[in-house]
């Protein structure tokens, strides 16, 4: 039940503020300052998902094989690899450090 | 092509977070903003409650506002319209229809990207959620390690100067710091104030605001 809360919250939420966008007046939010803020908010909510992903298990902070996957991301993506191909080191390099450690 | 691969990840992660599929591809037909669902069931997943889960999903999903903004005075849709087109309003339709040099070009690139993306993203979510339910352990495939490289992804394009850097910096201690002491969903919704910090920092810097802001959006009025 929780988790169509959560569901129907997201989808609602998500939802209105496509809506506000398209209905509000040009000019209300061109204000640099929240052009600006609102560049930076998905910048500082990815780092910290990214981190809390690759390092937590529920509310303990882990280094697992997640941490080498996240890393063979990073690698990737410093190669400018497609992004199939990031996402597939991740997973790729995951799966294959938790075989060799068990 | 991004897009339905992103849409089968989205599949295999929020399966293997413990949605069932037809929450999986509820998510996608009715949220369909690829950032705020991975956060929301990453959240839920962590042990966040259904309120701080979709807070984070939904702080992600702000900068479409921004996106319809701009596309309103592109596609110079009736009020009546808007609604219908407000669902597509997301990274990619604003990418197309911004890169159209006529109005008539920009409704086609936008209805057409929208309409395609739609059908592909909600398609390869069910095709990513039965996978996953087919595979059964997840995790043994390291498929729990796609939510994160995805962010990382959507992240690194995003780190352009010192600004964005700072940001993200503040973000992954405030993140993992507060983890173990505030209640789950929360530490994501506070690091989220590391923007607004190093704005404020950076006007206070410049000792006003409005010469840090950087206006990267092309001015056009058409």
């Known amino acids: ?102 | 092509m991004a897009v339905g691969l992103s849409g089968f990840a989205f599949g295999v992660t929020s399966a293997g977070s413990g949605l069932t599929v037809l929450q999986t591809c509820a998510l996608s037909l009715l949220v369909f903003t690829g950032a705020s669902q991975f956060a929301l069931v990453g959240a839920l997943a962590g042990g966040g409650n259904p309120f701080t889960a979709a807070a984070g999903a939904f702080f992600l999903g702000v900068r479409n506002a921004f996106y319809g903004l701009r596309l309103s005075q592109l596609l110079a849709l009736p009020r009546a319209v808007r609604p219908f087109a407000a669902q597509w309003v997301i990274d990619e339709t604003t990418a197309v229809a911004l890169a159209q040099p006529t109005r008539r070009s920009v409704r086609i690139g936008f209805t057409v990207t929208g309409l395609t993306l739609y059908v592909l993203w909600n398609l390869t979510t069910l095709l990513g959620a039965l996978g996953a339910e087919a595979i059964g352990d997840t995790d043994a495939w390291g498929l729990d390690a796609a939510g994160p490289a995805v962010f990382l992804a959507l992240l690194a394009p995003m780190l352009r100067s010192t600004t964005e850097r700072a940001v993200a910096g503040i973000a992954v201690v405030l993140g993992l710091g507060l983890l173990p002491v505030l209640p789950a969903g929360v530490p994501v919704l506070v690091a989220a104030l590391a923007a607004p910090a190093v704005l404020w920092a950076e006007g206070r810097r410049r000792g006003r605001t409005d010469a840090g802001a950087q206006d990267d959006m092309p001015e056009e009025d058409r």
């Open chain 1, 1 to 102: 039940m929780n988790i169509w809360i959560a569901i129907g919250l997201t989808a609602v939420g998500c939802y209105a503020v496509k809506l506000v966008g398209l209905l509000i007046p040009a000019g209300a939010l061109e204000r640099p300052l929240v052009q600006r803020l609102a560049a930076l908010l998905p910048v500082a909510l990815l780092a910290a998902l990214t981190a809390q992903q690759a390092f937590a298990d529920g509310r303990e902070l882990v280094l697992d094989a997640r941490a080498a996957g996240l890393a063979a991301a990073a690698v990737a993506l410093l190669l400018r690899a497609p992004f199939l191909v990031v996402v597939a080191a991740a997973v790729l390099v995951t799966a294959g450090v938790r075989a060799l450690t068990g």
